[in-house]
């Protein structure tokens, strides 16, 4: 049976920011785009956290609200709440099913987490996932490289996310760039 897919999702701490941004496409199976303005980026605690997810999008939903009851739970902890969801999540035998990632970040951290009970915190403050995550992620090196005195953390998020809408077919350029 055919599955609902989200795809590429961006984040980036620069200058002080944070933002992320990921496309609007959901895929039906491997040829059918079944909708072209998802939102796959959402604050979360007040504002102060932003989640991103790529992958199955019911199991992202049952993740977002997961992680927010991590992040009521662990009072806006955000390195804790994810480590404690990825721990459920692979524990969890229904859960551990859920084919999923997801970005999380606040002011000072960005972390991914994925349901075999990764939290990876990047090195360069950069962090994509989905299909054309790795577009994004190498879009996001070189304008970090070369362009970060002339572009802000949401110009530099949305550049990465077209550039990779520009080569990869599961991303468009319906963008949603939220920025903390």
Same mark, same amino acid.
């Given at each position: 049976?055919?599955?609902?897919?989200?795809?590429?999702?961006?984040?980036?701490?620069?200058?002080?920011?944070?933002?992320?941004?990921?496309?609007?496409?959901?895929?039906?199976?491997?040829?059918?785009?079944?909708?072209?303005?998802?939102?796959?980026?959402?604050?979360?605690? =007040?504002?102060?956290?932003? +989640? !991103?997810? *790529?992958?199955?999008?019911?199991? #992202?939903?049952? $993740?977002?609200? @997961?992680?927010?009851?991590?992040?009521?739970?662990?009072?806006?902890?955000?390195?804790?709440?994810?480590?404690?969801?990825?721990?459920?999540?692979?524990?969890?035998?229904?859960?551990?099913?859920?084919?999923?990632?997801?970005?999380?970040?606040?002011?000072?951290?960005?972390?991914?987490?994925?349901?075999?009970?990764?939290?990876?915190?990047?090195?360069?403050?950069?962090?994509?996932?989905?299909?054309?995550? =790795?577009?994004?992620?190498? +879009? !996001?090196? *070189?304008?970090?490289?070369?362009? #970060?005195?002339? $572009?802000?953390? @949401?110009?530099?998020?949305?550049?990465?996310?077209?550039?990779?809408?520009?080569?990869?077919?599961?991303?468009?350029?319906?963008?949603?760039?939220?920025?903390?």
């Amino acid at each position: 049976m055919n599955e609902f897919h989200a795809t590429t999702i961006f984040a980036v701490h620069h200058k002080g920011k944070s933002a992320m941004a990921g496309d609007g496409q959901v895929t039906f199976g491997n040829a059918v785009v079944m909708k072209h303005t998802a939102r796959k980026v959402r604050k979360l605690f =007040n504002g102060k956290v932003l +989640a !991103g997810f *790529a992958g199955s999008v019911a199991d #992202a939903f049952t $993740l977002f609200e @997961k992680f927010e009851g991590k992040l009521e739970e662990f009072n806006g902890n955000l390195p804790r709440a994810a480590v404690e969801l990825a721990k459920e999540w692979r524990s969890d035998k229904v859960l551990r099913k859920l084919e999923a990632m997801l970005i999380v970040m606040d002011e000072e951290h960005l972390l991914l987490i994925s349901g075999t009970g990764e939290v990876i915190e990047p090195d360069d403050g950069i962090l994509a996932i989905g299909s054309g995550g =790795n577009y994004a992620l190498s +879009a !996001g090196r *070189a304008l970090k490289t070369y362009a #970060a005195e002339h $572009l802000t953390a @949401k110009e530099m998020a949305k550049a990465a996310l077209e550039i990779a809408a520009d080569i990869c077919v599961y991303t468009n350029r319906q963008i949603i760039v939220e920025e903390l």
